[in-house]
């Protein structure tokens, strides 16, 4: 079974700049959520994505933006990018959308804004 | 919304210490209760969750947390920590009904020396 992967692991941009992160789920899990976590904090809940749409929304302005495609991996868009949005990005799956479900985490990809 | 709140940001202790993390969580409805451990340069992983039935639940590698509904708090223990217990922790909620969307503390940093 392979577990929560994400690419890329580090990534350096510069204020302005739009940024992709992707994620592939663990094997069997429709559910893929996104979180935020800043240095010194605990992950922030971003948004998550059931089947294809997304399926709630924390508190992020619209230029963070996801998509997740038929095979259950996703992708985490930031446009604009701003220096507060220098943080590790985390990944997580899920086999179902509900709150009793157990979430698996990824490694993360450490994003750094210039 | 519900929030998260872990009282101790840094914990030193020697090995055999017995160790207690607070948390405190404020929601007025039903939750689940999730302790997640996140070992140097590894992914967030679960230690121990509580969704219902017996609020004394037991984890991995020897912890339990006890869940105290009138105090709103979910205490993680350990009777006798390892030096492989240095970690950072973290407690996080889920609102029943609320989808799969992980509320968490700002973590709580162990160190344990020998």
């Known amino acids: 079974e392979t577990g929560v992967t994400q690419s890329p692991t580090h990534l350096i941009k510069t204020r302005g700049q739009q940024v992709t992160l992707r994620c592939s789920s663990q094997?069997?899990?429709?559910?893929v959520s996104w979180y935020q976590q800043a240095l010194g904090q605990g992950p922030q809940f971003i948004f998550q994505?059931?089947?294809?749409?997304?399926?709630g929304r924390g508190n992020f302005p619209p230029r963070f933006s996801g998509l997740q495609f038929p095979n259950y991996s996703s992708e985490l868009n930031v446009n604009a990018l701003e220096l507060d949005d220098s943080a590790l990005y985390l990944c997580a799956s899920s086999s179902y959308r509900e709150s009793t479900y157990e979430q698996y985490f990824g490694p993360g990809t450490r994003l750094t804004v210039t | 919304a519900q929030s998260v709140s872990q009282h101790n940001h840094h914990v030193i202790l020697s090995e055999a210490a017995s160790l207690e993390l607070g948390c405190n969580y404020s929601y007025g409805g039903t939750v689940n209760l999730f302790w997640y451990v996140q070992y140097p340069g590894q992914h967030l992983q679960l230690l121990l969750k509580?969704?219902?039935?017996?609020?004394l639940v037991k984890g991995i590698k020897g912890f339990e947390a006890e869940f105290i509904k009138s105090k709103f708090s979910f205490n993680l223990r350990k009777p006798s920590v390892q030096w492989s217990d240095t970690a950072e922790y973290f407690c996080a909620v889920t609102v029943t009904g609320g989808g799969n969307k992980l509320t968490f503390g700002t973590g709580t940093q162990l160190k344990v020396e020998l």
């Open positions: 994505y059931y089947r294809e749409e997304e399926n």
């Open positions: 509580y969704f219902s039935g017996d609020p």
């Open positions: 094997s069997g899990h429709n559910t």
